[in-house]
Nanobody, 115 residues
Framework: QVQLVESGGGLVQAGGSLRLSCVAS????????MGWHRQAPGKQRELVAT???????NVADFVKGRFTISRDNTKNTVYLQMNSLKPDDTAVYYC?????????WGQGTQVTVSS
């Protein structure tokens, strides 16, 4: 059983920063990739950023230049650094990992950006 635990969400003013963390219950090298998705009220869940086992990263165009995904292998942790936050970034942010054709999701962490 894989567990992913997110943290770091909260309330921040527009222009501020937050760093989300996702701690996995096993080595992150055991996953083909890990990433962050988000879901705003009334909207579909969307991909924000991914990082592969080889370290390649991909960030959605709508956050490119503001968000960065990284990892700390020693802590089994993936991070999402979010800068220059906008009210449109308000959503529940979910950590996701993929292994052997199976997706695993965390419980989500709320990010609220006030104008």
């Amino acid at each position: 059983q894989v567990q992913l635990v997110e943290s770091g969400g909260g309330l921040v003013q527009a222009g501020g920063s937050l760093r989300l963390s996702c701690v996995a219950s096993r080595s992150i090298f055991s996953f083909n990739s890990m990433g962050w998705h988000r879901q705003a009220p009334g909207k579909q869940r969307e991909l924000v950023a991914t990082i592969t086992v080889g370290g390649s990263t991909n960030v959605a165009d709508f956050v490119k230049g503001r968000f960065t995904i990284s990892r700390d292998n020693t802590k089994n942790t993936v991070y999402l650094q979010m800068n220059s936050l906008k009210p449109d970034d308000t959503a529940v942010y979910y950590c996701k990992s993929m292994r052997g054709g199976t997706d695993y999701w965390g419980q989500g962490t709320q990010v609220t950006v006030s104008s």
